[in-house]
């Protein structure tokens, strides 16, 4: 029976006849003598969560005061139990986590305990979206044929899936073919609010992906958490957190005309990376937050993590339902959703002066103007009219200083590729509208399809060695790209739908012409990739391309166009069109009245529940997959998908963990920024990297190695490719004789200074019992949730990660896994203290009781025999945290409790 503390368990009416129970916020504040009117709309939303699973142990009542009394500024050491509504998975790192889960089933067989004892206790709904590349392109059969070769690629881990939906009650797949998990989440899988017994709950989730934060642009609270987070909260765990501060963003004024949303999301990003909201929570609020379409707000809401804040939060209101009419929910479910947040009394966008706030900023959306972002990072905005002097300033510019190092004379310089095409330093490669930031967004497709238009009416062309693709994040958007007459032009410039799936952004752009890419590396050509996606981290695009623009999807038809980013699209024509006419941007550009008047095609709700309905009607791809049956996984030899090694040794009674780490050797020294990409295993595999030796030794041949990210359910690959990025910097190696840094996954193996793979080297320290640590400068482990970049750092042996600081997923995961993150004090880093990777070191003070965030010692025995005492930080930041470390990990920590229940 639901439990009535404080008295809130209470009734709400649901249009005129029915009515529902609901835990009432409002009541909790007049129980409590707490203003809780007054605390943002996210922080109410988690409030509800804590306050309706308080059962006295995992959520206590204590914890329902101390969040109800949370103050705008305070110190955050309250760590709040957050029990979510459901999890969404994508299947990259969806695999993984299935994986995990099968191993769990094992061990319980081999305890002689009941194997369904380990089922997610919440829905948990994959959708398969990250396996789809871009083989096939500029050609009628493209999406049909890259669906084929996909399902070719994958047909061992679609079976393990296939397993998976039999086996467990609560877990569901999309099937490929339908969009990305994120567009899907929004469009589909939100309800609103759901119904248990009677009593009503907001829809509340985590995601393993990072932009699961898209989901707060309908007012749901959920953010991308690693598989290994993710796991325990399915398997009946709460997501743990420390209680947040609330930045409000104000959003004054109106969008000015031609000014879009990735214009907006990318001045956001800019804006919040430099007030360093990492572990915040950004809320939006004021009149220009209420004139935002819900798309918009999704677009805002998805780039969270690349401006470092928990979410980007946007309360329920009228649009909020109108996006619900629109999509084709049921009208019960509309109802109840309204009538939910008026009762709560947290229905309409709060004005200035509403809500209290931990900080305050303000934008006005007139000051926004046409931007990209790049060439390396998505926080590093460009206006448009400087996109040519940016490029060639950085052309020249030395490595460290964000540049390409290169001689400002080859910037003109023309090369013939061996089949005769001619290329230039900043000639675009690729141009992609890809990725949930943008194709969830009817008005910025719709600008791309009227832009595209109006371009072949001129008389414009793409030229035909760039590699174009449109892959959508719905089938919605191109039976409304059909309806309003527009795919077609966007086909005859080569941007054809390729794939409903997650492409270019995650490195799944597919291979450049064997000529271009030779024509690259002979010339060390700096090559460009324009995408409306929303990460451009070195070599994630593609291995050859270099500088990479993220941009709004009209922008990436017109770079395409273009060809070049040196030429300047403000001053200078985009291209010549009839009769060898000039024609600029300004000339092909859409007004907003133009998009507005196509925007009918786009919120049909007839078309939204026709898409959806087929969701659960297998194609006849889908159809062929065979599974394999039964509750424990027999685990078939595999080059795919391999039993984890988590719980070998696994007992009941968890080994000792926190002892001293002595003798210690540094596996890599690395500089700020080293994103997740740099150390999880990603993209493609090369043949002479670890991971494709494993490969060809086990009998694949190399054209059918597939991806990093489609091998994710085998440790085996995975381990090989951890920090194998080829723009990876290892500061232990010395600089080349120009004073540029090696790059690629190399270190030196001590005491030899014999230079190797990290992998290698990583096995000789594991084979010789020496333990190792990984240095890292600021925001290490920025960019996408990947679990791997942390359970890679465990399997090779590093028992610690001391950094400058920690993008929050990754910390979070770096405990999952047993390994120790360590934060450099005061102005402490590795540079700053001498570490060049020759040393040994010990770490003390993580004997007997941890306590969350202690100050431990870091010893450096420097190879002249002098030795030097440092403070560093733990940043294990909670006491559940502590358990998890203590445990070797947060999933022996949940194996254990699930068989001793």
């Keep these: 029976m639901p439990h009535n503390l404080n008295n809130t368990l209470k009734e709400f009416n649901i249009g005129r006849k029915a009515k529902g129970r609901f835990y009432s916020l409002p009541e909790l504040g007049k129980e409590l003598g707490v203003a809780v009117e007054r605390l943002p709309v996210s922080i109410r939303l988690v409030l509800e969560s804590v306050l309706r699973n308080c059962d006295g142990k995992k959520v206590t009542e204590e914890h329902v005061k101390q969040l109800a009394g949370w103050q705008p500024v305070a110190d955050r050491t309250d760590e709040i139990p957050f029990v979510v509504a459901r999890v969404?998975?994508?299947?990259?790192?969806?695999?993984?986590?299935?994986?995990?889960?099968?191993?769990?089933?094992?061990?319980?067989?081999?305890?002689?305990?009941?194997?369904?004892?380990?089922?997610?206790?919440?829905?948990?709904?994959?959708?398969?979206?990250?396996?789809?590349?871009?083989?096939?392109f500029r050609e009628k059969k493209a999406l049909d044929l890259n669906m084929r070769l996909e399902f070719q690629r994958n047909n061992e881990r679609y079976q393990f899936m296939k397993w998976g939906m039999q086996a467990f009650d609560t877990f569901g797949v999309v099937q490929p073919g339908f969009g990305i998990v994120h567009q899907v989440n929004l469009e589909y899988l939100a309800r609103g609010v759901h119904n248990k017994d009677g009593v009503y709950y907001p829809d509340t989730l985590v995601g393993t992906d990072s932009h699961t934060t898209m989901i707060n642009g309908i007012g749901v609270v959920g953010w991308g958490v690693g598989g290994i987070e993710a796991e325990a909260g399915m398997l009946g765990q709460p997501v743990y957190f420390l209680t947040p501060d609330v930045v409000g963003v104000e959003l004054t004024g109106r969008l000015r005309e031609g000014v879009t949303a990735t214009d907006l999301v990318l001045t956001i990003t800019e804006m919040l990376r430099r007030e360093k909201v990492v572990g915040k929570f950004v809320e939006f609020f004021g009149e220009g937050t209420a004139s935002l379409t819900v798309p918009d707000r999704a677009t805002i809401g998805n780039m969270?993590?690349?401006?470092?804040?928990?979410?980007?939060?946007?309360?329920?209101?009228?649009?909020t339902i109108d996006y619900f009419v629109g999509?084709?929910?049921?009208?019960?479910?509309?109802?109840?959703?309204?009538?939910?947040?008026?009762?709560?009394?947290?229905?309409?966008?709060?004005?200035?002066?509403?809500?209290?706030?931990?900080?305050?900023?303000?934008?006005?959306?007139?000051?926004?103007?046409?931007?990209?972002?790049?060439?390396?990072?998505?926080q590093d905005r460009i206006e448009i009219g400087n996109v040519k002097s940016t490029f060639s300033t950085l052309f020249a510019k030395p490595v460290q200083e964000n540049g390409f190092n290169k001689d400002i004379a080859d910037l003109d310089q023309t090369y013939t590729t061996s089949d005769g095409v001619q290329v230039r330093n900043g000639d675009v490669l690729i141009?992609?509208?890809?990725?949930?930031?943008?194709?969830?967004?009817?008005?910025?497709?719709?600008?791309?399809?009227?832009?595209?238009?109006?371009?072949?009416?001129?008389?414009?062309?793409?030229?035909?060695?760039?590699?174009?693709?449109?892959?959508?994040?719905?089938?919605?958007?191109?039976?409304?790209?059909?309806?309003?007459?527009?795919?077609?032009?966007?086909?005859?410039?080569?941007?054809?739908?390729?794939?409903?799936?997650?492409?270019?952004?995650?490195?799944?752009?597919?291979?450049?012409?064997?000529?271009?890419?030779e024509a690259i590396v002979e010339n060390d050509l700096v090559a460009a990739a324009v995408l409306s996606g929303n990460r451009n981290f070195e070599?994630?695009?593609?291995?050859?391309?270099?500088?990479?623009?993220?941009?709004?999807?009209?922008?990436?038809?017109?770079?395409?166009?273009?060809?070049?980013?040196?030429?300047?699209?403000?001053?200078?024509?985009?291209?010549?069109?009839?009769?060898?006419?000039?024609?600029?941007?300004?000339?092909?550009?859409?007004?907003?009245?133009?998009?507005?008047?196509?925007?009918?095609?786009?919120?049909?709700?007839?078309?939204?529940?026709?898409?959806?309905?087929?969701?659960?009607?297998?194609?006849?791809?889908?159809?062929?997959?065979?599974?394999?049956?039964?509750?424990?996984?027999?685990?078939?030899?595999?080059?795919?998908?391999?039993?984890?090694?988590?719980?070998?040794?696994?007992?009941?009674?968890?080994?000792?963990?926190g002892s001293s780490i002595r003798g210690a050797r540094a596996l890599g020294v690395f500089g700020d920024s080293v994103t997740t990409d740099h150390i999880s295993p990603a993209g493609s595999i090369k043949e002479s990297s670890p991971a494709g030796k494993y490969l060809l030794s086990h009998g694949v041949l190399k054209a059918d190695f597939n991806s990093y990210?489609?091998?994710?359910?085998?440790?085996?690959?995975?381990?090989?490719?951890?920090?194998?990025?080829?723009?990876?910097?290892?500061?232990?190696?010395?600089?080349?004789?120009?004073g540029s840094r090696v790059e690629g996954g190399f270190t030196l193996h001590q005491p030899t200074g014999e230079q190797m793979s990290i992998y290698d080297a990583a096995m000789k320290y594991v084979s010789e019992g020496t333990p190792t640590v990984v240095f890292g400068g600021e925001e290490y482990g920025t960019g996408s949730s990947r679990d791997w970049a942390a359970k890679g750092t465990q399997l090779l042996g590093v028992k610690a990660v001391i950094a400058r600081s920690f993008e929050r997923i990754h910390r979070s995961n770096l405990v999952g896994m047993g390994v120790l993150p360590l934060q450099f004090k005061g102005a402490d880093s590795a540079q700053t203290l001498g570490i060049v990777g020759n040393e040994t070191f010990d770490i003390e003070g993580i004997e007997g009781d941890l306590k969350p965030q202690q100050d431990v010692t870091l010893v450096i025995h420097r190879s002249n025999g002098d030795s030097q005492r440092?403070?560093?930080?733990?940043?294990?930041?909670?006491?559940?945290?502590?358990?998890?470390?203590?445990?070797?990990?947060?999933?022996?920590?949940?194996?254990r409790q699930l068989l001793a229940a």
């Design 88 to 136: 969404v998975l994508q299947d990259f790192t969806g695999v993984p986590l299935l994986a995990d889960l099968a191993a769990m089933r094992n061990v319980a067989e081999k305890m002689g305990q009941n194997p369904k004892k380990i089922e997610p206790l919440v829905p948990v709904d994959l959708v398969v979206d990250h396996s789809v590349q871009i083989d096939h």
């Design 709 to 738: 990210g489609s091998r994710r359910g085998n440790h085996e690959v995975m381990m090989r490719g951890t920090f194998a990025n080829v723009r990876i910097k290892n500061l232990m190696i010395p600089p080349k004789d120009d």
């Design 431 to 517: 141009a992609a509208i890809t990725s949930c930031t943008n194709t969830s967004n009817p008005s910025v497709m719709l600008a791309a399809g009227l832009l595209a238009k109006k371009a072949v009416e001129a008389g414009l062309e793409v030229a035909p060695h760039i590699k174009t693709s449109l892959a959508p994040g719905s089938r919605v958007v191109t039976e409304y790209l059909t309806a309003a007459g527009l795919l077609p032009y966007l086909e005859k410039l080569g941007f054809g739908v390729t794939a409903y799936g997650c492409t270019t952004c995650i490195g799944n752009a597919g291979d450049l012409a064997p000529s271009l890419n």
């Design 539 to 657: 070599a994630r695009i593609h291995p050859n391309i270099r500088a990479n623009f993220l941009a709004s999807p009209p922008l990436v038809v017109a770079y395409a166009i273009a060809g070049n980013v040196t030429r300047d699209l403000m001053t200078e024509p985009v291209g010549k069109g009839k009769d060898g006419y000039d024609i600029y941007l300004g000339d092909i550009w859409p007004t907003s009245e133009e998009v507005n008047a196509l925007m009918r095609f786009a919120m049909n709700d007839k078309t939204f529940k026709a898409n959806y309905d087929k969701v659960m009607k297998p194609s006849p791809l889908w159809a062929k997959v065979q599974g394999t049956s039964g509750q424990v996984y027999d685990w078939p030899e595999s080059t795919y998908i391999a039993e984890p090694p988590f719980f070998e040794g696994f007992g009941m009674e968890p080994a000792s963990a």
């Design 327 to 378: 999509t084709g929910r049921t009208e019960e479910e509309i109802a109840a959703f309204e009538a939910y947040f008026r009762a709560q009394e947290m229905f309409g966008v709060p004005q200035a002066g509403d809500i209290d706030y931990s900080k305050v900023l303000s934008l006005d959306l007139a000051t926004v103007a046409p931007s990209l972002a790049g060439p390396k990072r998505p």
């Design 870 to 895: 440092v403070p560093v930080l733990l940043r294990i930041d909670t006491p559940i945290e502590v358990d998890y470390y203590n445990h070797g990990g947060i999933l022996p920590f949940v194996l």
């Design 304 to 319: 969270a993590p690349e401006y470092g804040a928990t979410m980007g939060f946007f309360p329920v209101d009228e649009k």
